[in-house]
C-alpha cells in the first residue's frame, strides 16, 4: 500500500516538474531591446509612423562613452499603433518591450487630427504602466526628436522626462490626468509641448501647453507663462515669478510667489447664466528692484503690491478670455459647478462648452508681499534717485 | 475534520476580500461613479444579512452540512431536490473560479502559455491539499495564508496613497441616487454571496457557537476593506476611469511609485491573488466533493475528486475571452438566478419551515 503511494507521488513530482518549467514566456533580458522613448506621428498618406527609442546596452553604464552614442532610434509606419510596431519590430534583432517605456511624444500634425485612435493602446496592453510621460512635439516629428542626442543623459529618454519635471510637475502622472480630464464630462485634456532647437546645444525646450477639446484634437497652444497661469487657477502650481512694472518708474520689480492658492466660487441662475469668481492667493518675496522706490517704506510696499495685483488678475483675465474662446474647459471650472451645484450641473452639462464661453468671469489677485530682502532701497542707485 | 474558529476567520477573509476588490468595484463604478463605495458599503451590509441568515440556519443543526440538514427539514426527497441547485452552482462556481484564476497570470504574466497549463498546474496542486489534507489541510493554509493577504492589501493602500485626491468623491450621492447605488451594489452581494458556500463548513467547527461571530467578523472586515479599496480608486482614478477598467484595483497596484524606487509591487498582489484564488479553489473543490457524496451517499469522497476536478478544468475552458468571462458570470447566472434562489430563497425557505416545524426536530437531532 505505502508503495503505491509512493509511486504516485513520484508520479505526480515529475508531471509537475514537466509543466512548472515555463519555457513558453521565458524573457531573456539579452534577448530584449527595452524601449526607453516611443514617438508618433501621422505621415502625408494618413498612416502612423511609429518610432522608438533602444538604449544600447553595451554602452549603459560606462561613463566613458561620448554622449549619443547610447542610444539609437528606429521607425515603422503602420495604420495602427499595434501594426507600426510590428512593422518597426522587423527592423530590430531583438524583441521589443515596451515594459520601461516612460515617455511617449506624438507629432503636432497627429495632435491636430486626433489622439482617441491612438490613446487606446496605451491604457489596454498588460505591460505597459499607466504610469507614463506624454508630450506634444511642436514644429518637428517625434521621430526626429527621439534621433536627437542629448548631452546630459545616458538615454536621451530620460531628457524628455527630466526637463518636464524639472518644470515643477510630476510628469509621470501626464497620461493619467489626460485620460481622466478626457473621460470626464466636465474638462478637457492638455499635454505639456515640448519642441527641438537645432541649433542649441540643449537641444530641447519645454515649450508650453496643448490643449485638446472633446473629441481629443489639438485645438489651441498656450505658452509657458500662460499654461502656468491655467495650472494656477487649477490649485496645481506650486511657484512662479512675478514682473512689476511701476508706471511712475523705469525699472521693474521681481516677486516670486510660493504658497499658491486657488478658490473657485459659483454661481447658476435659474437662466442657467454662469458667474465665476477666481480668487487667487499667494505670499511674495521681492526678489529683485530696479526701480528707484525705497522699499523700507510701507506705502511704497503696499503700493507694488496693489500694482502687482492688478496686473496679475489682468492677465489672468486675458487667459481665460483666450480659453473660454475655444470653448474647452481646462480650468476645473466645470469641476467646480458641479460640486457646488450638483442639481443644476444635470442640466447644465448637456451643454457645458456653450456655458463655458459664456460665463462671466471676475478674477481677484490676493498676493501678499510679506518679505522685501534684505535691502530697502536699490543699493546700485545713487542717494539722489531715490524716493521714498 | 475539524476546524477552529480563528481558521474559519481567515478562510471567509481570504475567500471573499481579493475577487470582490478586483471585480465589484469596477461593476460598482458602471452604475453609480464617485458613489461606487457607497454600493459597495450597502453590498457589505446586504452581506453580513446573508451572513446572519445562512449562520442562524446552520445553527439549528449544529453537527450537520447544509445537504445533511435541507433533509432534515424537508424530508429525504424534497430536501434532495433542493440541493440540486447547489450542485450546478458548487461545479459552475468552482470553473469560473479556475478560469479566472488562470485568466489573471495569464494577462499579468505569462501572455504565451496556454491556458490550460496554468489550470492544470493549479488543479492538481488543489486536488493535492484535498486529497492528502482534506477540511483540516484548505483550513491550515487558509490559517497561513490570510494574514499575508491582508498585509498586502494594507501595504498596498499605504503605497497608493500618496496621489489621492479626495475631491473625486464629491458630489456625494446626489449625481446617481439611490436607483443606481443599489443597482451598482447587486455585484458586490453577488460576490459576497460565495458565503452561502460556508453551510457545508459549520458543521465541522470545533466550537460551533463560535460560528456567527467569527463569519461576521470576517465578513464585516472585508467590507470595510473593500469599501476603502473602492474609495482609494476613485481617488486615484477619478470617477469615470474606474468603471471602464478590467480591475481597477489591480491598476491601482500597477500606478504605486513612491520616491521613485518603490515601484512594481503589483507582483505582490498577483501573489495574494493567487494565494486566495488556491484557497477559494480547494475550499468549493473540496465542498463539491463532499457534498455530492453526501448527496449520493458515497462513502468515501475522494474518490469523487478524479470526476469533479476535470468537469472543473472542461468547463473552464469552455469561454473563449479572457478578461470578459467574470463580468458575463455575474450578470448572467449570479444575479438572475443564483442570488435569488441559492443565496437567498431556499436558505430562507428551510428556515421558516426549520422554525415553524420548530424544536422537535432540532431534539431529535441532538438525540442522535
Known amino acids: ?388 | 475534520m475539524q476546524i477552529s474558529g480563528k481558521q474559519l476567520f481567515w478562510l471567509v477573509f481570504s475567500i471573499e476580500i481579493v475577487l470582490t476588490m478586483l471585480y465589484a468595484v469596477s461593476a460598482a463604478a458602471i452604475e453609480a461613479n464617485q458613489d461606487a463605495w457607497i454600493s459597495m458599503l450597502l453590498a457589505g451590509l446586504m452581506g453580513l444579512g446573508i451572513v446572519f441568515l445562512i449562520v442562524r440556519l446552520s445553527m439549528r443543526y449544529p453537527q450537520q452540512t447544509f445537504v445533511q440538514y435541507s433533509q432534515t427539514i424537508l424530508g429525504k426527497w424534497a430536501g434532495k431536490i433542493v440541493i440540486i441547485p447547489y450542485f450546478v452552482m458548487w461545479v459552475y462556481l468552482n470553473s469560473m473560479v479556475l478560469r479566472n484564476s488562470a485568466d489573471f497570470v495569464y494577462l499579468t504574466l505569462f501572455t504565451k502559455t496556454p491556458l490550460y497549463v496554468i489550470m492544470v498546474t493549479l488543479l492538481i496542486l488543489v486536488i493535492y491539499v484535498i486529497a492528502a489534507g482534506g477540511l483540516a489541510g484548505i483550513a491550515r493554509c487558509g490559517e497561513l495564508m490570510g494574514p499575508i493577504i491582508l498585509v498586502v492589501i494594507l501595504g498596498t493602500c499605504l503605497l497608493s496613497s500618496n496621489h489621492l485626491d479626495w475631491h473625486h468623491l464629491t458630489p456625494v450621492f446626489i449625481d446617481s441616487g439611490w436607483k443606481h447605488i443599489m443597482k451598482g451594489s447587486i455585484s458586490g452581494v453577488a460576490f459576497y454571496g460565495d458565503i452561502i458556500m460556508f453551510t457545508m463548513i459549520f458543521a465541522f467547527m470545533s466550537n460551533s457557537k463560535q460560528a456567527l461571530s467569527i463569519t461576521m467578523w470576517g465578513m464585516a472586515l472585508t467590507a470595510v476593506l473593500v469599501v476603502v479599496a473602492s474609495m482609494m480608486v476613485i481617488m486615484t482614478f477619478g470617477p469615470i476611469l474606474p468603471a471602464r477598467m478590467w480591475a481597477p484595483f489591480f491598476g491601482m497596484t500597477r500606478f504605486i511609485s513612491v520616491l521613485g524606487f518603490i515601484q512594481n509591487v503589483d507582483i505582490l498582489f498577483v501573489i495574494i491573488w493567487l494565494f486566495s484564488a488556491f484557497i477559494k479553489l480547494s475550499l468549493f473543490l473540496f465542498i463539491a466533493v463532499y457534498g455530492t457524496a453526501q448527496w449520493l451517499n458515497i462513502k468515501n469522497w475522494r474518490m469523487l475528486i478524479w470526476l469533479m476536478a476535470p468537469i472543473t478544468l472542461v468547463l473552464a475552458l469552455l469561454p473563449q475571452n479572457a478578461t470578459a468571462p467574470i463580468k458575463e458570470y455575474v450578470q448572467q447566472m449570479w444575479i438572475p438566478y443564483v442570488i435569488p434562489i441559492n443565496v437567498i430563497g431556499i436558505p430562507l425557505l428551510l428556515w421558516i419551515v426549520s422554525v415553524m416545524r420548530g424544536q422537535s426536530i432540532q431534539r431529535k437531532d441532538e438525540s442522535n
Not at chain 1, 474662446?325 to 447644465?348: C, M, N, S, Y
Open chain 1, 1 to 388: 500500500m505505502s508503495q503505491i503511494k509512493l509511486g504516485w507521488r513520484w508520479m505526480t513530482l515529475i508531471i509537475l516538474v514537466l509543466l512548472i518549467t515555463g519555457c513558453w514566456d521565458r524573457r531573456e533580458l539579452n534577448n530584449q531591446a527595452l524601449i526607453f522613448a516611443w514617438g508618433m506621428d501621422l505621415k502625408d498618406d494618413g498612416s502612423y509612423l511609429a518610432s522608438a527609442q533602444f538604449p544600447i546596452p553595451r554602452e549603459l553604464g560606462d561613463s566613458e562613452t561620448a554622449a549619443g552614442k547610447s542610444s539609437f532610434t528606429i521607425t515603422g509606419s503602420g495604420n495602427s499603433v499595434y501594426e507600426a510596431a510590428k512593422d518597426l519590430q522587423t527592423k530590430v534583432s531583438r524583441a521589443w518591450f515596451a515594459g520601461h517605456r516612460r515617455v511617449i511624444l506624438i507629432g503636432d500634425k497627429l495632435a491636430k487630427k486626433g489622439l482617441s485612435n491612438i490613446i487606446d493602446e496605451y491604457s489596454r496592453n498588460p505591460i505597459v504602466r499607466l504610469r507614463t510621460d506624454i508630450l506634444i512635439v511642436k514644429g518637428s516629428t517625434a521621430a526626429e526628436l527621439l534621433s536627437l542626442s542629448y548631452p546630459l543623459e545616458q538615454v536621451p529618454a530620460n531628457a524628455f522626462f527630466r526637463i518636464h519635471e524639472a518644470a515643477g510637475t510630476t510628469p509621470d502622472l501626464t497620461l493619467l490626468k489626460f485620460l481622466m480630464a478626457n473621460a470626464s464630462e466636465e474638462s478637457c485634456p492638455v499635454l505639456p509641448v515640448i519642441t527641438a532647437q537645432f541649433d542649441s546645444n540643449s537641444k530641447l525646450k519645454l515649450w508650453g501647453t496643448a490643449v485638446f477639446n472633446k473629441e481629443t484634437k489639438l485645438v489651441n497652444y498656450l505658452t509657458l507663462k500662460k499654461g502656468m497661469i491655467v495650472q494656477w487657477v487649477k490649485g496645481e502650481l506650486d511657484g512662479a515669478i512675478r514682473t512689476v512694472k511701476i508706471p511712475s518708474e523705469e525699472g521693474n520689480i521681481v516677486v516670486e510667489i510660493n504658497h499658491l492658492s486657488t478658490k473657485i466660487q459659483t454661481s447658476a441662475d435659474e437662466n442657467d447664466n454662469i458667474r465665476i469668481r477666481v480668487v487667487l492667493g499667494a505670499k511674495g518675496v521681492l526678489r529683485e528692484n530696479n526701480t528707484h522706490l525705497d522699499l523700507f517704506q510701507t506705502k511704497n510696499i503696499t503700493m507694488v503690491k496693489e500694482y502687482m495685483n492688478n496686473q496679475t488678475s489682468t492677465e489672468v483675465k486675458r487667459v481665460i478670455k483666450e480659453i473660454q474662446a475655444h470653448g474647452t474647459d481646462i480650468l476645473g471650472f466645470g469641476v467646480a459647478v458641479h460640486r457646488q451645484h450638483p442639481q443644476q450641473w444635470k442640466e447644465l452639462k448637456k451643454e457645458w462648452p456653450q456655458h463655458f464661453q459664456q460665463a462671466k468671469v471676475e478674477v481677484v489677485v490676493k498676493i501678499n508681499l510679506e518679505e522685501s530682502g534684505m535691502t530697502g532701497p536699490s543699493i546700485g542707485q545713487k542717494k539722489s534717485e531715490i524716493r521714498s
